[in-house]
């Protein structure tokens, strides 16, 4: 028969099993989430370019931060699909990146676009120094956060130009010919102002088009021209430097919420700090693609400096012009101008 104090110390034994049950217990989602490996698909439409070296950076980047807790898969040129299926997947959240042109999520939420107005920015480094405008960026990043999206960074990539099939040399060289557009208002109104037709289309079909005649030219960028090969269908470059084109990446809020705090800290940080340290990279980069086009045999074509005035003229009110009856996108366009402003 066991005495008072050992049936005393029994129970004190299995309370004290019974409480390390239970600790074990709570700590063992907390281990699990310290074991676990979140799997990070990045997609772009593009490769071998700004958009694809974020990716790279961002990937090696978060890997070794979350100590391999995170492993980052990168999809360039379209590999998961046309863009518009894309930002579906980050939405849904079987994607969990998208970097790209905000005119593309403008059927998100029409601010996406303010920051292609014509005619908002002169430079390259206005351009960034807005894009890290911490008002710029609380506007730019909260757009799509009730349709899935959160933005966790920005990349430039630099002032627009056009391919051509025919060498155009000034502004009247443009009257009535088909230029391949965005889906953005802010393009398709700059076209028309420059007396030309704008189509809009995805980048995929753009240089099939071109090689059938289906269009005249293209409004995009050189690394677009020269990473994709342009110079088998045209050799004319017109540098009209508007607008200006910059990146976003967007996150899958539900991936991103999923993911323990610490983690959540480690993807934001690093997605800032790349944003950071790839401008002089894009600088450098974006440089180089006009000698890489001359090379190739291509011309770079500026118009006379009275008709850039003169194209400057008409297409620098397009923003205010075309948001004046939309408040909210009105807002958005005055703000980013503000900024340019304040930060010339």
Same mark, same amino acid.
């Given at each position: 028969?066991?005495?008072?104090?050992?049936?005393?110390?029994?129970?004190?034994?299995?309370?004290?099993?019974?409480?390390?049950?239970?600790?074990?217990?709570?700590?063992?989602?907390?281990?699990?989430?310290?074991?676990?490996?979140?799997?990070?698909?990045?997609?772009?439409?593009?490769?071998?370019?700004?958009?694809?070296?974020?990716?790279?950076?961002?990937?090696?980047?978060?890997?070794?931060?979350? /100590?391999?807790?995170?492993?980052?898969?990168?999809?360039?040129?379209?590999?998961?699909?046309?863009?518009?299926?894309?930002?579906?997947?980050?939405?849904? /959240?079987?994607?969990?990146?998208?970097? /790209?042109?905000?005119?593309?999520?403008?059927?998100?939420?029409?601010? +996406?676009?303010?920051?292609?107005?014509?005619?908002?920015?002169?430079?390259?480094?206005?351009?960034?120094?807005?894009?890290?405008?911490? =008002?710029?960026?609380?506007?730019?990043?909260?757009?799509?956060?009730?349709?899935?999206?959160?933005?966790?960074?920005?990349?430039?990539?630099?002032?627009?130009?056009?391919?051509?099939?025919?060498?155009?040399?000034?502004?009247?060289?443009?009257? /009535?010919?088909?230029?391949?557009?965005?889906?953005?208002?802010?393009?398709?109104?700059?076209?028309?102002?420059? =007396?030309?037709?704008?189509?809009?289309?995805?980048?995929?079909?753009?240089?099939?088009?071109?090689?059938?005649?289906?269009?005249?030219?293209?409004?995009?960028?050189?690394?677009?021209?020269?990473?994709?090969?342009?110079?088998?269908?045209?050799?004319?470059?017109?540098?009209?430097?508007?607008? +200006?084109?910059?990146?976003?990446?967007?996150?899958?809020?539900?991936?991103?919420?999923?993911?323990?705090?610490?983690?959540?800290?480690?993807?934001?940080?690093?997605?800032?700090?790349?944003?950071?340290?790839?401008?002089?990279?894009?600088?450098?980069?974006?440089?180089?693609?006009?000698?890489?086009?001359?090379?190739?045999?291509?011309?770079?074509?500026?118009?006379?400096?009275?008709?850039?005035?003169?194209?400057?003229?008409?297409?620098?009110?397009?923003?205010?012009?075309?948001?004046?009856?939309?408040?909210?996108?009105?807002?958005?366009?005055?703000?980013?101008?503000?900024?340019?402003?304040?930060?010339?």
């Amino acid at each position: 028969m066991k005495t008072t104090a050992g049936i005393l110390r029994s129970r004190i034994g299995l309370v004290t099993a019974g409480a390390l049950a239970a600790l074990c217990a709570s700590l063992a989602p907390a281990a699990q989430a310290q074991d676990k490996v979140f799997v990070m698909k990045m997609s772009t439409a593009t490769i071998n370019d700004t958009q694809h070296e974020w990716l790279k950076r961002f990937a090696a980047a978060v890997e070794k931060d979350s /100590g391999g807790r995170i492993k980052a898969e990168i999809y360039p040129a379209s590999q998961l699909g046309p863009i518009a299926r894309q930002i579906e997947g980050v939405q849904f /959240g079987s994607v969990q990146v998208y970097i /790209g042109p905000p005119e593309f999520l403008s059927g998100i939420d029409v601010r +996406y676009e303010a920051l292609s107005a014509p005619g908002l920015f002169t430079n390259t480094d206005q351009a960034v120094r807005v894009i890290n405008d911490p =008002d710029v960026q609380k506007l730019m990043f909260g757009l799509g956060e009730n349709k899935g999206l959160v933005g966790i960074g920005f990349a430039p990539i630099g002032p627009s130009s056009m391919v051509t099939k025919t060498d155009a040399r000034h502004l009247a060289d443009l009257k /009535g010919k088909k230029i391949r557009v965005l889906a953005s208002p802010f393009q398709l109104e700059m076209i028309r102002r420059m =007396d030309a037709s704008p189509i809009a289309m995805t980048l995929g079909d753009v240089l099939p088009a071109l090689q059938q005649g289906a269009i005249d030219g293209a409004l995009g960028a050189i690394v677009v021209w020269t990473t994709f090969q342009y110079q088998d269908a045209t050799k004319f470059v017109i540098l009209n430097e508007q607008p +200006y084109l910059n990146s976003i990446i967007v996150m899958s809020r539900k991936w991103l919420a999923s993911l323990p705090s610490d983690l959540q800290k480690v993807v934001r940080d690093d997605a800032a700090q790349v944003s950071k340290d790839i401008v002089p990279f894009v600088k450098e980069w974006v440089a180089n693609q006009y000698d890489i086009w001359k090379s190739r045999g291509g011309q770079v074509i500026r118009f006379p400096a009275d008709e850039q005035a003169a194209m400057m003229a008409k297409i620098s009110t397009i923003g205010e012009d075309l948001s004046k009856d939309k408040p909210e996108l009105n807002a958005a366009v005055k703000l980013v101008f503000d900024s340019a402003r304040r930060n010339k």
